[in-house]
């Protein structure tokens, strides 16, 4: 197996109020198809409770940076209690979604991953080595890539849930 170095752990992002789901997805969607990065996995778990629905999405993004280096990332997304709920936006009702959201990402650098150098300890020997002493800085390089894409992913998310700020529940707003 390749060497994986995790360099952003559990980045995290919450989020309580009123969102609309749908966009979301579509704006992580949309990132994925205009970034670098190929869909990896993916996971999707639900389950309604007596407060509302409970959501979880994994995926796997990962790109080649070069023929022995890949990153890729882990990003989970949590949803608790979802419930439709109805908004005034500029003296019209609509009715969007109301709940907890939190969201972690996790990047990682993979050298060797196509494991050329992991058929013998010496060799596994070699590539640390090399990985840690010889390729430090280009090493580093990639890790700050990887730290880079991922507080860009985190800082689109931000944006997005603070554009619904300003929104409240109907029932809550003055007339």
Not at 88 to 110: A, N, P, S, T, W
């Amino acid at each position: 197996m390749g060497e994986v170095t995790h360099t952003v752990d559990h980045l995290k992002l919450e989020y309580k109020g009123v969102f609309s789901s749908r966009e979301m997805f579509a704006m992580f969607t949309r990132w994925l198809k205009e970034s670098p990065y190929e869909k990896g996995g993916d996971y999707v778990s639900e389950q309604n409770t007596s407060h509302g629905k409970c959501i979880e999405y994994m995926y796997w993004p990962w790109k080649k940076q070069t023929e022995k280096i890949r990153h890729f990332m882990k990003i989970r997304i949590l949803i608790y209690d979802l419930k439709k709920v109805d908004i005034m936006v500029k003296g019209k009702k609509k009715q969007m979604d109301h709940g907890r959201v939190l969201i972690y990402l996790d990047g990682f650098v993979e050298h060797d991953y196509e494991h050329t150098w992991a058929h013998k300890p010496l060799l596994q020997f070699i590539r640390t080595l090399q990985i840690k002493y010889v390729y430090s800085r280009y090493t580093k390089y990639h890790e700050k890539v990887m730290i880079d894409d991922c507080h860009h992913l985190y800082d689109m998310f931000e944006r997005f849930f603070n554009m619904y700020n300003s929104y409240r529940r109907a029932k809550d707003t003055p007339y």
